[in-house]
T-cell receptor
Framework: DAGVTQSPTHLIKTRGQQVTLRCSPISGHKSVSWYQQVLGQGPQFIFQYYEKEERGRGNFPDRFSARQFPNYSSELNVNALLLGDSALYLC????????????FGQGTRLTVV | DAKTTQPNSMESNEEEPVHLPCNHSTISGTDYIHWYRQLPSQGPEYVIHGLTSNVNNRMASLAIAEDRKSSTLILHRATLRDAAVYYCILIVDDKIIFGKGTRLHILP
């Protein structure tokens, strides 16, 4: 069975641009969460989606948005990129919404220049 | 917001038990305690979770204090592969709050 897959693995963007990151959960998993991990820090929660609806949101500006598709895959969009958005973006999937094991992907390394 | 506190780093000798503490004094009655670890250049990996009573799985044991304000992750026999950052996590209202974690060094 494939694990959580994220694409792309790396990308470089310029300040002010927009970026879309993609996540495919493990087959059968209906919950997808997104995290931002700045170098040397723990992951910071951005969003959780379950059954295609937003179920949780962290303290991130409105430039960050996400959605979940009928096949439970998900996209994270970031508009008007800032240098501070440079980070590892992690996606995690789980079978149900709460209190269960979450499986993380390898992440997308975003560099904003 | 619910918060966890962990030591920044710990050291242990290979093949000895390791006890990783976590304080979560603001925990509410329905919050589960989760532990994840992150090896270098990898995404976090689930270790264990529990609510009130002690929990065991193939990776580790979780000892939860009676008042639930603290917990301890126990690795029974540390190996070099256990060197990682260990995160104690509360999930509150669908928000997964990672702390800074404990960086565990294993000495051969």
């Amino acid at each position: 069975d494939a694990g959580v897959t994220q694409s792309p693995t790396h990308l470089i963007k310029t300040r002010g641009q927009q970026v879309t990151l993609r996540c495919s959960p493990i087959s059968g998993h209906k919950s997808v969460s997104w995290y931002q991990q700045v170098l040397g820090q723990g992951p910071q929660f951005i969003f959780q989606y379950y059954e295609k609806e937003e179920r949780g949101r962290g303290n991130f500006p409105d430039r960050f948005s996400a959605r979940q598709f009928p096949n439970y895959s998900s996209e994270l969009n970031v508009n008007a990129l800032l240098l501070g958005d440079s980070a590892l973006y992690l996606c995690a999937s789980s079978l149900v919404r709460r209190n269960t094991e979450a499986f993380f992907g390898q992440g997308t390394r975003l560099t904003v220049v | 917001d619910a918060k966890t506190t962990q030591p920044n780093s710990m050291e242990s000798n290979e093949e000895e038990p390791v006890h990783l503490p976590c304080n979560h004094s603001t925990i509410s009655g329905t919050d589960y305690i989760h532990w994840y670890r992150q090896l270098p250049s990898q995404g976090p990996e689930y270790v264990i979770h529990g609510l009130t009573s002690n929990v065991n799985n193939r990776m580790a044991s979780l000892a939860i204090a009676e008042d639930r304000k603290s917990s301890t992750l126990i690795l029974h026999r540390a190996t070099l592969r256990d060197a990682a950052v260990y995160y104690c996590i509360l999930i509150v209202d669908d928000k997964i709050i990672f702390g800074k974690g404990t960086r565990l060094h294993i000495l051969p």
